[in-house]
């Protein structure tokens, strides 16, 4: 997928890209960098020495240097817990305006402690040598310490079930839109074989990851005996077979597929660039067709984390 020669893109010495990880368009790890379940938009880039699995990185608007987002050296994703579960998938950025390459830049200091689930807005950096628990805000972030606190009992179980409910649905949700755009966009941008294959492989990492969030998020509710544990384990399942019925129903008019095909053309079917030359009126449909499928997950479960966060 590599379409510039603006930064030497690559992968570096040590590098490993264990299953369900997906670099799009010049996105790159240096040297010993460990990923998995890990989705990185156009030119986001990895430092060295990272451990960076079970998380979604956005934003930026170029491949120059300071216009893509960026994660230091040093930093580690923490995203096992000591309980034993992986309901802990990071959303740096979000799928539903990232996709559209025109949102600020994110920035992960080196040397930071990531302790997910956590999120973070388009235009968030972080102090190099932070540890991150929160929300990281488009601002300096300069993290939590631990310095001086004292030991205390360990819980039998995790804390803030609901806030970790709440966060899975929304990137669960943010996936399945995620799934749209490879559907829709990229298989109309799609030109001759070999980028339709790759194409539809990047929808199958997508649809893995989605699946992924789903199996983990039911063994962390089994783990914890969460009200309607059972139920919302069904709807998830449901929520799968649905898919593809839900993307369908959120199909362009065949003016905005039009329209794509037009531009892409036009930038010699350069993904990123003819995703940043799309008119107003496409990106508002296709905004709106991602905000619907959020909107129908939302509604869908939302009767769960209601009820988690009154327990």
């Known amino acids: 997928g590599k379409e510039t020669t603006d930064n030497d893109f690559t992968t570096g010495v040590g590098f490993r890209v264990r299953k369900g990880s997906l670099y799009e368009e010049d996105a790159s790890s240096a040297q010993h960098?460990?990923?998995?379940?890990?989705i990185l938009f156009p030119w986001v880039t990895l430092g060295s020495n990272i451990n960076f699995c079970d998380a979604l990185v956005a934003g930026g608007v170029s491949p120059k240097l300071g216009d893509f987002s960026e994660v230091g050296s040093g930093t580690i994703h923490f995203n096992f817990t000591p309980y034993g579960d992986k309901a802990t998938a990071s959303l740096f950025g979000d799928v539903m305006r990232g996709v559209f390459l025109d949102q600020k830049r994110i920035f992960i200091g080196g040397n930071n402690s990531l302790i997910g689930p956590i999120e973070s807005a388009f235009g968030a950096v972080s102090a190099a040598g932070a540890r991150i628990s929160h929300l990281l805000k488009e601002a300096l972030n300069f993290g939590e310490s631990l310095h001086g606190k004292a030991a205390r009992p360990f819980q039998d179980k995790p804390r803030g079930i609901?806030?970790?409910?709440?966060?899975?649905?929304?990137?669960?949700?943010?996936?399945?839109?995620?799934?749209?755009?490879?559907?829709?966009?990229?298989?109309?941008?799609?030109?001759g074989q070999e980028q339709t294959e790759l194409y539809f492989q990047g929808r199958q990492m997508v649809f893995?990851?989605?699946q992924e969030r789903i199996t983990q998020l039911k063994l962390f509710l089994q783990g914890v005996s969460a009200p309607n544990e059972q139920m919302i384990s069904d709807q998830l399942e449901t929520w799968l077979g649905l898919l593809p019925q839900v993307v369908s129903k959120q199909q362009p008019a065949d003016w905005v597929f039009e329209e794509i095909q037009q531009t892409a053309q036009k930038n010699s079917f350069v993904y990123t660039k003819t995703i940043q030359s799309l008119k107003d009126s496409v990106r508002l449909h296709l905004h709106?067709?991602?905000?619907?499928?959020?909107?129908?997950?939302?509604?869908?479960?939302?009767?769960?984390?209601?009820?988690?966060?009154q327990t």
């Open 33 to 38: 960098t460990d990923t998995k379940m890990t």
């Open 162 to 191: 609901s806030t970790i409910l709440n966060k899975q649905m929304k990137y669960i949700a943010e996936l399945s839109a995620l799934l749209f755009w490879y559907e829709t966009v990229r298989s109309t941008i799609a030109q």
């Open 208 to 210: 893995d990851n989605l």
């Open 288 to 309: 709106q067709s991602l905000q619907n499928i959020i909107s129908s997950f939302d509604q869908r479960f939302s009767i769960f984390s209601l009820e988690a966060q």
